[in-house]
């Protein structure tokens, strides 16, 4: 059996919990030593900069007995003119395992994995950043020893990880998610209804408001993005306008302050975030980008042995 990870919504309940509670065991060190992915091919496919996802992927790959073979942007011959459909054959009969990021279509990552016989990880698209969710849950679970129940604050565009982020904390009983997104930059339609989706089944709760008033008190972790996310562009000449009441200050901290601060890196100070609150007591940004190659590994693990229990 093939697995894949393109999108959260790919994956059940159990599997997403047995994901995060493999990588809180690679954090832990409860599984040094071990490795499952002896002589496994892995693929690092990465059209876009990235410096935590690949550095991630590849280091937890080596650390589970794996061998990897990374491509850059213009490595393969899709630059020359081959179709994605015939480079996907190929990489299908001799990688065990593909992650991409191509901050594109999620549907070329689909066409791919339908080439049969190599799992497809989505490393990064267009719509969602299944794999920064995974890691941000991991460091939640390590943080607070659980997910259910936690408030969380979001503040910033509707991108790919918030997208992620939503579909993800959704699944959790009792989660409170309040994203607050400028006018024009919130999340997909599509988006919030799988998200709502969830949540009446979970119990969770997902609110979006498009200000930043009224902000609630008490949550456990105020979560931001950089404001230029990879691999796009904002055709408004205004949006710094529209995001600037939008920046993580230590004011977020009046009503908050025993709250956590996370942020999926790379970070620019002075603009999504202060500087103070991103070096402050309060931030584990860095800590999380350490959970993204301990989730890296359990993806790893999940997708190229489904016979054995994580």
């Not at 607070?144 to 129940?149: A, K």
């Not at 306008?241 to 002075?270: C, I, Q, Y």
Request: hydrophobic share 40%; net charge negative; charged share 25%.
């Amino acid at each position: 059996m093939t697995r894949h990870l393109i999108s959260l919504e790919d994956i059940a309940d159990t599997d997403l919990r047995d994901i995060v509670r493999r990588a809180g065991d690679h954090a832990a060190g409860r599984t040094r030593g071990e490795q499952p992915l002896r002589d496994a091919i892995v693929g690092v496919h990465f059209r876009k900069t990235s410096t935590r996802t690949r550095t991630a992927f590849s280091a937890g790959a080596l650390r589970l007995g794996g061998r990897i073979i990374a491509f850059g942007p213009d490595d393969l011959q899709l630059s020359t003119g081959e179709t994605s459909q015939d480079t996907g054959a190929v990489f299908a009969r001799m990688l065990d395992l593909l992650v991409a990021r191509t901050a594109g279509d999620p549907a070329e990552l689909r066409a791919w994995s339908a080439c049969g016989g190599m799992s497809v990880v989505n490393a990064m698209t267009s719509d969602e950043h299944p794999t920064q969710a995974l890691a941000d849950l991991a460091t939640l679970t390590d943080r607070f020893g659980r997910v259910e129940g936690l408030r969380v604050l979001y503040v910033g565009e509707g991108n790919n990880t918030a997208a992620a982020l939503t579909l993800a904390l959704a699944r959790y009983p009792d989660t409170h998610l309040e994203l607050r997104t400028p006018w024009g930059y919130g999340l997909p339609a599509e988006t919030t209804e799988k998200a709502a989706k969830h949540a009446a089944h979970s119990g969770a709760t997902i609110v979006e408001r498009h200000d930043m008033d009224d902000l609630p008190a008490d949550v456990d972790v105020v979560y931001t993005t950089r404001w230029q996310t990879t691999g796009t562009e904002k055709v408004d000449p205004l949006w710094r306008e529209r995001f600037e009441p939008f920046r993580v200050t230590p004011d977020l901290w009046t009503k908050n302050p025993d709250a956590l601060f996370m942020h999926d890196l790379p970070a620019h100070r002075g603009e999504e975030v202060d500087a103070a609150v991103l070096d402050g007591p309060r931030s584990i940004a860095f800590d999380q980008a350490a959970f993204k190659m301990y989730s890296a590994m359990a993806v790893l693990e999940w997708c190229l042995t489904p016979e054995a229990a994580l």
